[in-house]
């Protein structure tokens, strides 16, 4: 079964949709505007709205100059890392919502129960389907000239050619796979039903499934550096870390009401709680947490580069937010 704290991420699969009450913690922001002001010792700082008016936004990605995100009225657009006019990329999208950029191009999942996974270029054209018939697609990823994807409903978790071609199944019976990423050549994805974290060597041919961390509660934010993993639990409400080379899952954030979405750099780990509304952050080697924005309407998805935090606010009137670091 899976838990209602996933009701930012599937907001229109019938999981407490657009809720965003002051009850939640969501406050008077609940409309989506990301202007609350963040307190740093004596200096205020607001998030800047970089898109408003967002319909549930559900995916987001980031590259060296623009932010990309999914829409639940079946857009994928993006805008400048500085801010802008949004372009549309894609519309008449079902459901999208897991999105990913390489090479030029933009791919994204549409998650219904015969899903696609598509792609279209970064400066905007056609979409094109690179696989059809997936069930449930929610997460993508891309590496190596290669995008993986989680089918939320099918339980598998498969990959093709960017390029195109005949999808393979990587992994099934995988209990409600949902959040996927691909690092140090290899690649780790959550189950939601196994409580884990698992991951497939990309390098070694025949390499087994390998159960990473075990008893993990709904993991739908991961993210793997060059040595740790981290990802959300539901079970402390917090982010749990883990050394790649070996050694036991370790609390790295304090538990919090409801974290949903996680990345990291070189010296912090950022999280959001989508029923609190805030945006955290806390180093990684350890240390009290900061919270750098309240009042947020159901942060999500979280993306991190060297100046600065975005993340989705994934309420039905939702938005995407910067924050300088």
């Given at each position: 079964m899976i838990s209602t704290r996933l009701f930012a991420q599937f907001p229109r699969l019938g999981l407490?949709?657009?809720?965003?009450?002051?009850?939640?913690?969501?406050?008077?922001e609940s409309r989506g505007d990301a202007d609350t002001s963040e307190q740093v010792?004596?200096?205020a700082r607001r998030p800047t709205v970089l898109a408003s008016g967002q319909v549930s936004p559900c995916g987001l990605a980031i590259d060296g100059s623009n932010v990309y995100w999914t829409t639940a009225d079946g857009k994928?657009?993006?805008?400048?890392?500085n801010g802008g006019t949004r372009a549309t990329l894609a519309s008449g999208q079902s459901n999208p919502c897991g999105i990913a950029v390489d090479s030029g191009r933009v791919f994204w999942a549409n998650s219904v129960?015969?899903?696609?996974?598509?792609?279209?270029l970064q400066t905007g054209g056609s979409p094109t389907p690179l696989?059809?018939?997936?069930?449930?697609p929610i997460k993508v990823a891309v590496s190596g000239g290669k995008v993986y994807w989680t089918n939320l409903s099918g339980n598998t978790v498969v990959s093709m050619p960017v390029t195109g071609g005949t999808p393979t199944t990587l992994a099934a019976q995988q209990g409600t796979p949902d959040a996927i990423t691909v690092a140090n050549g290899t690649l780790y994805w959550s189950s939601i039903g196994g409580h884990a974290i698992r991951s497939l060597s990309l390098?070694?041919?025949?390499?087994?499934?390998?159960?990473?961390?075990?008893?993990?509660?709904?993991?739908?934010?991961l993210r793997v550096t060059a040595d740790l993993a981290f990802w959300t639990n539901d079970e402390i409400g917090g982010v749990v870390a883990k050394p790649l080379n070996g050694g036991s899952a370790y609390v790295v954030a304090p538990p919090s009401v409801n974290s949903t979405g996680v990345t990291s750099d070189a010296q912090n780990v950022y999280w959001t709680d989508t029923v609190s509304g805030t945006v955290m952050s806390a180093p990684l080697a350890g240390g009290d947490p900061t919270v750098l924005a309240t009042g947020q309407a159901q942060p999500a998805e979280i993306a991190v580069d060297s100046t600065s935090i975005y993340w989705i606010n994934a309420a039905a009137n939702g938005s995407?937010?910067?924050l300088a670091k």
């Open positions: 407490v949709a657009g809720v965003c009450t002051a009850a939640l913690g969501c406050g008077a010792g004596a200096v994928v657009s993006k805008v400048s890392l129960a015969s899903g696609q996974v598509m792609t279209v696989a059809t018939q997936q069930g449930q390098t070694t041919p025949g390499a087994p499934i390998t159960t990473f961390a075990e008893d993990q509660d709904d993991a739908v934010g995407v937010a910067k």
